[in-house]
């Protein structure tokens, strides 16, 4: 698993616009072999700015080049310059393998542990769990 994530920091007062450009824009991402899912995240405020962030999941790095290589990438970014003036500086771009992924079972009695090594089933029995008990996420 691989996830690409842009940081925007959009001027303080653009909210409303920048979010108008992503929201119901067409990322053609529905046609990409490799792609799994993705996020548009809205963060804290700062001096000037509010930070965003796109968070792209893919199946895996080689997936995420040939998107970015493909006329699907070309065109879903081919209005990117007019937006300019919407941020200060350009987005930063960060990559990322995915080391681990931790999720609940279908029938939340335990958590799907997936790593390079493999899959595992972690099991919690009701009995061994009060209601002090941290969660085990």
Request: charged fraction near 25%; avoid cysteine; proline fraction near 7%.
């Amino acid at each position: 698993m691989f996830i690409a994530m842009n940081r925007f920091r959009v001027i303080k007062g653009h909210e409303e616009a920048f979010e108008q450009v992503w929201l119901p824009r067409d990322s053609l991402l529905q046609r990409v072999p490799g792609f799994v899912e993705f996020h548009l995240l809205k963060g804290p405020e700062a001096d000037g700015h509010t930070l965003y962030s796109s968070h792209t999941v893919w199946e895996s790095r080689a997936t995420f080049e040939a998107w970015r290589r493909s006329d699907s990438f070309r065109t879903a970014h081919s209005k990117a310059g007019d937006f300019k003036p919407l941020y200060l500086g350009p987005p930063q771009f960060e990559a990322f393998e995915v080391l681990q992924t931790v999720k609940p079972t279908e029938d939340g009695g335990g958590l799907i542990v997936e790593n390079a090594k493999g899959r595992s089933r972690v099991e919690f029995r009701s009995d061994m769990m009060s209601s002090e008990s941290p969660n085990p996420a």
